[in-house]
């Protein structure tokens, strides 16, 4: 599945329901991701369906964490932070959401003590198209609910927190690795060009022959490389195309073979509002004859 670039979803200094990003929680929740051990999905506004139809299905999962020092401006002053950026395997009602320039803003959901190993963790990620429905001021206001805090319900633990909303970018990672034709054509390139940075297929030099008496000199030799490229390239692409062309072939034959059957079905096959009717018969079963 597709993952997308690598953007910004928590800052160092961030506040949630009151309470601070620590760099500390940055820092534990890039170095602890591990799909493996747990995958945090990703969700509409924090609500968690039981049913697979939107709204609040999944909409993916977070791939990958990393950390990256940003500068931010805080009160006219610039200040270096710590940023928490996902890569993220989006579903493709995510993708489409996010082309119709909805749920433009995402909010994690953090757990101070992942796993109960003491460090923090991500367990969910939400998408939002109001980020003012999860901004600071509101978390802390539905904070100072207590128990009757609104987000409660929507916290996989009472302990967990949800950080202020921030924009998303959602861009597909364009360095996924292709396949099929285009990948092979580039492989080869790649593969030439690292050749020949290398030098690897530079011709030793030597001296050119004398050209005979009275003549006046021969034709410069054909350039081995390039024929060795030609004859690579052709046989490359030729492969490409042979394995792009077997897949449509076999379909092409069989809606061939399907054609061909319903073809004879049709043929043999009596028109509906008519009958046929049988032969006239004696007494004793025999056709009479019709005359």
């Known amino acids: 599945m597709a993952k997308t670039r690598f953007f910004r979803i928590a800052v160092e200094g961030g506040t949630t329901d009151g309470r601070v990003i620590e760099r500390a929680w940055i820092e534990q929740m890039a170095a602890g991701y591990n799909r493996a051990t747990y995958t945090a999905s990703i969700?509409?506004?924090?609500?968690?369906?039981?049913?697979p139809e939107p709204p609040f299905n999944s909409y993916g999962v977070v791939d990958a964490l990393k950390t990256e020092e940003i500068e931010i401006d805080v009160a006219g002053k610039k200040e270096k932070r710590l940023a928490?950026?996902?890569?993220?395997?989006?579903?493709?009602?995510?993708?489409?959401?996010?082309?119709?320039?909805?749920?433009?803003?995402?909010?994690?959901?953090?757990?101070?003590?992942?796993?109960?190993?003491?460090?923090?963790?991500?367990?969910?990620?939400?998408?939002?198209?109001?980020?003012?429905?999860?901004?600071?001021?509101?978390?802390?206001?539905?904070?100072?609910?207590?128990?009757?805090?609104p987000?409660?319900?929507?916290?996989?633990?009472?302990?967990?927190?949800?950080?202020?909303?921030?924009?998303?970018?959602?861009?597909?990672?364009?360095?996924?690795?292709?396949?099929?034709?285009?990948?092979?054509?580039?492989?080869?390139?790649?593969?030439?060009?690292?050749?020949?940075?290398?030098?690897?297929d530079k011709p030793a030099e030597t001296t050119p022959p004398a050209p005979p008496a009275g003549g006046t000199g021969g034709k410069e030799p054909?350039?081995?490389n390039f024929a060795a490229f030609a004859t690579q390239l052709g046989d490359t692409m030729t492969q490409a195309l042979a394995a792009a062309i077997t897949p449509l072939n076999a379909t092409v034959t069989s809606i061939q073979t399907e054609l061909s059957a319903l073809k004879t079905k049709v043929e043999t096959t009596q028109a509906p509002d008519t009958f046929s009717r049988k032969p006239a018969t004696g007494g004793s079963g025999a056709v009479l004859t019709d005359c």
């Open 84 to 149: 928490l950026l996902a890569s993220l395997e989006p579903n493709d009602q995510l993708l489409a959401v996010n082309r119709a320039r909805q749920k433009l803003f995402t909010s994690c959901e953090i757990t101070p003590n992942m796993g109960g190993s003491g460090k923090a963790g991500l367990v969910g990620l939400a998408v939002t198209d109001n980020p003012a429905s999860l901004g600071t001021e509101m978390l802390e206001f539905a904070a100072g609910k207590g128990d009757a805090n």
């Open 222 to 224: 054909a350039n081995d």
């Open 43 to 51: 969700n509409c506004e924090h609500l968690r369906g039981y049913s």
């Open 151 to 200: 987000f409660a319900p929507r916290k996989q633990d009472k302990a967990n927190l949800f950080t202020a909303a921030l924009e998303a970018d959602i861009a597909l990672d364009d360095a996924n690795d292709p396949t099929g034709m285009f990948a092979s054509m580039k492989a080869m390139f790649d593969g030439f060009a690292s050749k020949f940075a290398k030098g690897d």
